[in-house]
């Protein structure tokens, strides 16, 4: 037996550190962006790779979803790219809406 100490983070997969850091947090956080549903995400991936945008808000939407899916992943988990990724996306939310009314 040794006294250095074992780091587990090291020997888990991306996900099991990703559900590691989730229970970390307190409680009062806010939970970070939910994944979407698995059969929206195949389809809107077949979407995004079928064809290039024709306007802003599809760009837009294409930016969405891999913001969104980034979010999830334990890269993102730092509580300041967490606040970067809901402005980033309330700013393409409000251009959305904008972009609609002309």
Known sequence: ?????IHLDAR???TARHETEMRRRPANDP???MPLAQPHLGSLE????AEPA???VEVMEKWRFLLERYAVTPDAGDERIQ???KRATG???RL?????RK
Do not use: H, N, S
């Open 1 to 5: 037996m040794t006294d250095a100490p």
């Open 12 to 14: 888990r997969t991306a």
């Open 31 to 33: 939970p970070p962006l």
């Open 46 to 49: 077949d979407q995004i790779l």
């Open 54 to 56: 024709r306007t802003w």
């Open 83 to 85: 606040k970067l990724i």
């Open 91 to 93: 700013d393409m939310e």
């Open 96 to 100: 959305r809406k904008r972009e609609e």
